[in-house]
C-alpha cells in the first residue's frame, strides 16, 4: 500500500528535550492517528484526530491535525526515557466499512539519559 | 479499552509447513479486522482485510492461496500460511476496526 511521508527518519535527543515529527501526505484524510510501537510489539494508539485543525493533547503528547487535511504533527514535550520507540503516523479514510489505514514510514526516537 | 490478542505470540517453523496466527478482539465485536506484516526497520504494511462472514480483500501482490484469512465470528479472525518458507519470516500483525485501529500484540514467525 502507499505510505505517508514522515520525518524526520530517526531522532537522538536528551533527556527533557522536546520533540517534534509530522507526516505529508499529497491525499486527504478524514482521521489522522499517531502509535507508538515498542520492539516486538503491536503499535499503541497514542492520539486520534478527527478534525481539520484540531488539537489535542494525551499528557506530554500533543498532536494537531493540518487545515487541509494532508498533514500532521505530534509534539512530546520533556522527553524521558521510556518514550523511546517507534512512532507511526497513519491516515484513515473512512471509506464505508473498511476503515484501512495508510502508514507512514516511522520514526525511531532515542532518548539519551 | 480496546484489547486485541493474538496468538501465538512467536512459532518457529519448517519449510513447507502451515502455520496459523489468532487474532482475537477481547472486548468488543469487530465487523473488520486488518492483517499486516512487517519486516525489521519498515513500517506496517496491510495484507488484507477480513470482514466478519464474507471473504478476505487482499491488497495487491500479496497470494490469497497463501495466506488464508477466515473471520468466523466478530471476534476471531485467523491468518493460516501454507506451506511457509524462509522469506515468508515476518511479523505478522492484526488489528481489530472500532472507530479506530487497535492492534494485537504481534506473532514472530520465523521459518527455518
Known amino acids: 500500500g502507499q505510505q505517508l511521508n514522515q520525518s524526520p527518519q530517526s531522532m537522538f535527543i536528551q533527556e527533557g528535550e522536546d520533540v517534534s515529527m509530522n507526516c505529508t501526505s499529497s491525499s486527504i484524510f478524514n482521521t489522522w492517528l499517531w502509535y507508538k510501537q515498542d520492539p516486538g510489539e503491536g503499535p499503541v494508539l497514542l492520539i486520534a484526530l478527527y478534525k481539520a485543525g484540531e488539537l489535542t493533547s494525551n499528557g506530554r503528547l500533543t498532536a494537531q491535525f493540518g487545515i487541509t487535511r494532508k498533514d500532521s504533527f505530534l509534539n512530546i514535550s520533556a522527553s524521558i526515557p521510556s518514550d523511546v520507540g517507534i512512532y507511526f503516523c497513519a491516515g484513515q479514510l473512512m471509506a464505508g466499512s473498511a476503515r484501512q489505514l495508510t502508514f507512514g514510514s516511522g520514526t525511531q526516537l532515542t532518548v539519551l539519559p | 479499552g480496546a484489547v486485541v490478542s493474538q496468538h501465538p505470540s512467536w512459532v518457529i517453523c519448517k519449510s513447507g509447513t502451515s502455520v496459523k496466527i489468532e487474532c482475537r478482539s477481547l472486548d468488543f465485536q469487530a465487523t473488520t479486522m486488518f492483517w499486516y506484516r512487517q519486516f525489521p526497520k519498515q513500517s506496517l504494511m496491510l495484507m488484507a482485510t477480513?470482514?466478519?462472514?464474507?471473504?478476505?480483500?487482499?491488497e495487491q501482490g500479496v497470494e490469497k492461496d497463501k495466506f488464508l484469512i477466515n473471520h468466523a465470528s466478530l471476534t476471531l479472525s485467523t491468518l493460516t500460511v501454507t506451506s511457509a518458507h524462509p522469506e515468508d519470516s515476518s511479523f505478522y500483525i492484526c488489528s481489530a476496526s472500532r472507530l479506530e485501529q487497535f492492534f494485537g500484540p504481534g506473532t514472530r514467525l520465523t521459518v527455518l
Open positions: 477480513s470482514n466478519e462472514g464474507s471473504k478476505a480483500t487482499y
